[in-house]
């Protein structure tokens, strides 16, 4: 039976049964009092009642905080979406609470990205709230009577265009990442477009990892999961040489992606070149094939497990095909 009290000029339902925490909700006229605690009495009793009072109390900032601490940091890839949650919970909308996030909060915001972010940061940010939502209600266990997110559509992206990087190109920037505090970005260049190396495992190479006897280099827990031992071409290890050694024995001492952002746009603004770091896979992925590389080596060498990816890193010019039909 609901108890129904008078509290400073407002109604108190108090709702007790065995098994269930107290439920309390408070009302200006007491008619809807009695009326609110005779329908949720028939839902407890039908087995049907919710207690939205989590999804209240917890805001969408907490959750993503919590799945980030508890899910993204066994991820690969935790770095980078360790930067996403902590940059999507500034925005306003995470400082609503579970219960007040609506389609329409949701829309506005996604419209907000698109006009601040590529299609593919948008698509991202979006799916880190969804994955937010789920974790709270399966694993957290609080309720949500309708998942906002399932209302909103992902951002059509565009075709993927990869770019390689001409010789002139990469000629203007070793000349002026010889020169960047980041003393070793010279070096993370030339091993991504000789050698395929990815940025992550750069970061995690070790001199323990290298044999400069034979060239080549073995690199851990990579993004594929599994080890994988590359070859090093001679400039690669000549950079690697120059490099002073490290406490840690990091080839390329520092963990945080944003850093590296950092010096690496910086590069970009010094010799106006428009390339991403990750365009140094394309470069050498492309160039391997025009040099007569099989393709079992080039996915060997870079660490492609699907023909299909590697694929979209290959882009052979018009010009070099017509000189092999001569």
């Given at each position: 039976m609901a108890t129904i009290r008078k509290i400073r000029n407002k109604w108190q339902v108090l709702i007790r049964k065995y098994n269930l925490k107290p439920i309390y909700k408070t009302f200006i006229l007491k008619e809807d009092a009695v009326k609110w605690s005779r329908e949720t009495e028939v839902k407890i009793e039908q087995g049907l009642y919710k207690d939205l009072t989590p999804a209240r109390s917890t805001t969408l900032k907490e959750v993503l905080i919590q799945y980030r601490d508890t899910v993204s940091i066994h991820k690969k890839g935790y770095e980078i979406e360790k930067y996403k949650i902590n940059k999507l919970s500034k925005y306003p909308i995470s400082n609503n609470t579970i219960a007040d996030l609506s389609a329409l909060k949701l829309s506005e915001f996604k419209e907000y990205l698109i006009k601040n972010y590529s299609a593919g940061s948008v698509n991202k940010y979006l799916t880190l709230i969804s994955l937010a939502l789920n974790y709270a209600e399966r694993i957290l266990g609080i309720y949500i009577p309708n998942n906002p997110m399932r209302y909103i559509d992902r951002v059509k992206e565009p075709e993927f265009k990869g770019q390689t990087i001409e010789p002139e190109e990469e000629a203007l920037l070793l000349k002026y990442a010889e020169h960047s505090k980041l003393k070793w970005l010279k070096a993370a260049i030339i091993m991504g477009i000789d050698c395929?190396?990815?940025?992550?495992?750069?970061?995690?190479?070790?001199?323990?990892?290298?044999?400069?006897?034979?060239?080549?280099?073995?690199?851990?827990?990579?993004?594929?999961?599994?080890?994988?031992?590359?070859?090093?071409?001679?400039?690669?290890?000549?950079?690697i040489r120059k490099l002073p050694i490290s406490i840690s024995g990091d080839?390329?001492?520092?963990?945080?992606?944003?850093?590296?952002?950092?010096?690496?746009?910086?590069?970009?603004?010094?010799?106006?070149?428009?390339?991403?770091?990750?365009?140094?896979?394309?470069?050498?992925?492309?160039?391997?094939?025009?040099?007569g590389w099989l393709i079992t080596e080039i996915a060997q060498q870079g660490g492609w497990k699907q023909l299909q990816v590697l694929k979209r890193y290959t882009h052979i010019k018009a010009e070099y095909l017509a000189k092999k039909l001569k």
């Open positions: 395929g190396v990815r940025r992550g495992e750069l970061l995690k190479l070790k001199y323990s990892d290298i044999d400069f006897t034979r060239n080549t280099a073995l690199l851990r827990d990579t993004k594929n999961g599994s080890n994988r031992e590359i070859g090093l071409s001679h400039r690669a290890i000549q950079e080839v390329f001492p520092i963990k945080r992606y944003d850093t590296f952002n950092f010096y690496f746009n910086q590069l970009q603004k010094k010799t106006g070149i428009n390339k991403r770091f990750h365009d140094c896979r394309h470069t050498f992925a492309s160039r391997k094939t025009t040099q």
